[in-house]
């Protein structure tokens, strides 16, 4: 069974810090990777994905992660951070048994301080 | 293009009872995922429906059950609720790339 490992449940930044959060899944066949965002009193959004290309991809307001095949993982980025990105942040690969059988890491909420 | 649409919003039910949630999808939308989000589980996958089938399956006991009618609107039921079961309730739905479109939830209480 497939299985993703968010390594930092909760991050605090300042504005303008660096951030990168880790993200690995297990499965080692062909995989569709995936960040999703909830804004505070939102509904879960897609940030960016990745179906095959180009290993870095670039998704909504600046954030970019990178697929390395060889480490399993998809981390995303975001040079300089705002107030604005607190969010909570998951993880999604999906795959084996099918598209829709998306798996989930269990979050890293980002808090940022002005 | 209307979003996911989940009612109720909210609910509280005591141990024992049972729930039936409603999902309707994207218009075009036919594939249907639930999700079960809790504190520190993060989304646990229930259950995917395309075309009134069950594609797939996660590991939750028999007691969670869902069904898809012919307009791709969804629904999921629990029965004998425990405790345990208080959680956010997601629906998602897809036109099965994988990206799923995320309603705003139905969250249980159970008492």
């Known amino acids: 069974a497939q299985s993703v490992s968010q390594h930092n449940h909760h991050v605090i930044l300042s504005e303008a810090a660096s951030l990168e959060l880790g993200c690995n899944y297990s499965?080692?066949?062909?995989?569709?990777l995936f960040w999703y965002v909830q804004y505070p009193g939102q509904h879960l959004q897609l940030l960016l994905k990745?179906?095959?290309?180009?290993?870095l991809v670039k998704g909504i307001k600046g954030f970019e992660a990178e697929f390395i095949k060889s480490k399993f993982s998809f981390n995303l980025r975001k040079p300089s951070v705002q107030w604005s990105d607190t969010a909570e942040y998951f993880c999604?690969?999906?795959?084996?048994?099918?598209?829709?059988?998306?798996?989930f890491g269990t979050g890293t909420k980002l808090q940022v301080i002005p | 293009k209307a979003g996911v649409t989940q009612t109720p919003r909210y609910l509280i039910k005591t141990r024992g009872q049972q729930v039936t949630l409603s999902c309707s999808p994207i218009?075009?939308?036919?594939?249907v995922s639930w999700y079960q989000q809790t504190p520190g589980q993060g989304l646990q996958f229930l259950f995917e429906?395309?075309?009134?089938?069950?594609?797939n399956k996660g590991n939750f006991p028999g007691r969670f059950s869902g069904r898809q009618f012919s307009n791709s609107r969804s629904e999921m039921n629990v029965s004998t609720l425990e405790l345990g079961d208080s959680a956010l309730y997601l629906c998602?739905?897809?036109?099965?790339?994988?990206?799923?479109?995320f309603g705003e939830g139905s969250r249980l209480t159970v008492l």
């Open positions: 999604a690969v999906n795959g084996p048994g099918g598209y829709q059988k998306v798996t």
């Open positions: 990745y179906f095959s290309g180009d290993p």
């Open positions: 998602a739905s897809s036109v099965d790339t994988g990206e799923l479109f």
């Open positions: 499965y080692g066949g062909t995989v569709n």
């Open positions: 429906y395309f075309s009134e089938t069950q594609r």
């Open positions: 218009s075009g939308h036919r594939s």
